[in-house]
């Protein structure tokens, strides 16, 4: 049997029970989708957290108070015995080589009061290099201004989405803007970021470290960010940084330095496992689809015991009988592969389009997954007519022995030439 007429009466089998073989298209389809949409989610989560920390730069480090330390069965972030000071960030500026800028960060949320309108945003404590470490960029006015002491003035700068909500298409320079029970003076615009990093930039208002410090009743920074001169420098420079401040600490390791390289790396493990376990998760809908499948052939073996009998008495042989149902299987598995990855391609990228900041992309497995089962159907269908054919054969050489047998018995009941000699004439 031909592989055209193998899949011809499988078809014509299949549109018998048209209801029963588009559930089970539909069931591969929804298999193969759910594991080309999941893992293009925790795909483009890692990709998301990766290009985030990127965008930073790679010479970063970041230092914590408090050490991780493991107690019990996880690492935790132990009691600090210093706070971690501004003083500290500008001890090490000053003492540690291989520190091109530095940032200290104080974090905390408060509201903000402008007129007759309020609302809570997130305040960042910060110096003016903050604008270089992070890339952040300027609309209208300037950054905060460099301090030489202690004393910092009462300025803030303020989010695109706070100037539009707070000051309501004005121009918010100069304006003075009421921060918990304090008054801070307007004196720039940051340009629209979004978010990164997890922080949403445009509804942060920034002011100086330690206005926030005393704005929060706080003694300890949130973060110091350091930018090293390349990232060749990183581990000699985290080695010194770690060093200086335990020095400055009496002897104290409360302090954790981290380079941008261990973060990325530890967030994309997490998220690389998370893909993983979603993608076990959708490939259980693949198995579900796969049984199936046997389920539908097991019933229309059930149902099709005539045919098979009509078959059988016309000459078809068991293996025969066998390579149409697994045909019959394999245009299921194929088809509903086609749909399902052709559907799972479209909705990635319909969900690119909806959020472009997401970079969805499935990963390159996944993809060759979705393939290798197609191919898969493919090999199935191409085995199940090499053994129809191979069976087909020696039912073929047997009706020719036959005629062969058939034709020598006639020439000897006949007076002529011998039956070998009659029959090649014939």
């Known amino acids: 049997m031909r592989l055209v007429d193998l899949l011809r009466f499988s078809a014509v089998a299949l549109s018998g029970h048209r209801v029963r073989t588009l559930l089970s298209l539909l069931g ?12 293009s989610l925790g795909e483009g989560a890692r990709l998301y957290v990766v290009s985030e920390f990127t965008s930073l730069g790679s010479n970063l480090l970041i230092v914590m108070p408090g050490r ?22 500008e001890a090490i500026r000053r003492h540690v080589r291989g520190v091109r800028r530095l940032a200290p960060l104080a974090f905390g949320t408060a509201s903000v009061r402008f007129g007759d309108r309020t609302r809570d945003v997130p305040i960042i404590g910060t110096t003016d290099e903050m604008e270089s470490v992070r890339r952040l960029q300027m609309g209208i006015g300037q950054y905060l201004p460099r301090v030489a002491g202690e004393i910092e003035a009462r300025v803030c700068v303020v989010g695109a989405k706070v100037q539009t909500e707070l000051f309501a298409g004005l121009n918010p320079l100069g304006e003075n803007l009421r921060i918990g029970q ?3 003076r307007v004196i720039g ?38 930018e090293a001169g390349s990232h060749d420098e990183l581990p000699a420079l985290r080695g010194r940084v770690a060093g200086f401040l335990k020095q400055r600490h009496a002897g104290e390791e409360d302090v954790t330095v981290l380079t941008q390289d261990a973060v990325v790396e530890t967030f994309g493990r997490i998220l690389s496992i998370l893909t993983a376990v979603v993608a076990g998760i959708a490939a259980i809908s693949l198995t579900v689809a796969g049984i199936g499948i046997m389920n539908v052939m097991l019933v229309s073996v059930s149902e099709r015991t005539r045919e098979i009998g009509l078959l059988k008495a016309l000459g078809v042989t ?13 245009l299921l598995s194929s088809i509903g592969g086609v749909v399902g990855l052709t559907a799972g391609l479209f909705s990635v990228r ?8 997401f970079p969805a992309e499935p990963p390159s497995w996944a993809v060759a997954a979705a393939a290798a089962r197609l191919q898969r159907g493919r090999g199935d269908l191409r085995r199940a007519s090499g053994a129809a054919r191979r069976a087909a054969r020696p ?9 062969w047998t058939h034709c020598a018995t006639l020439c000897r009941s006949r007076s002529g030439p011998s039956p070998p000699i009659a029959c090649a004439r014939r």
């Open 28 to 39: 591969v389809a929804i298999g193969v989708m759910a594991v080309l949409v999941l893992t």
């Open 189 to 226: 615009v940051l340009a629209p970021r979004g978010l990164s990093m997890g922080m949403d930039f445009d509804e942060a208002v920034h002011v100086p470290v330690r206005r926030a410090l005393r704005l929060f009743n706080r003694t300890s920074l949130f973060r110091i960010l350091i």
């Open 395 to 403: 039912r073929r050489r047997a009706r020719e022995a036959m005629t």
């Open 350 to 357: 319909l969900l690119r389009a909806v959020y472009p900041a």
């Open 318 to 330: 068991s293996r025969q009988v066998v390579a149409v149902f697994l045909a019959e299987a394999s």
């Open 68 to 89: 991780t330390e493991t107690t019990g069965g996880a690492p935790v972030a132990g009691a600090a015995a210093h706070d971690l000071t501004p003083a500290d960030g």
């Open 182 to 184: 304090e008054r801070f």
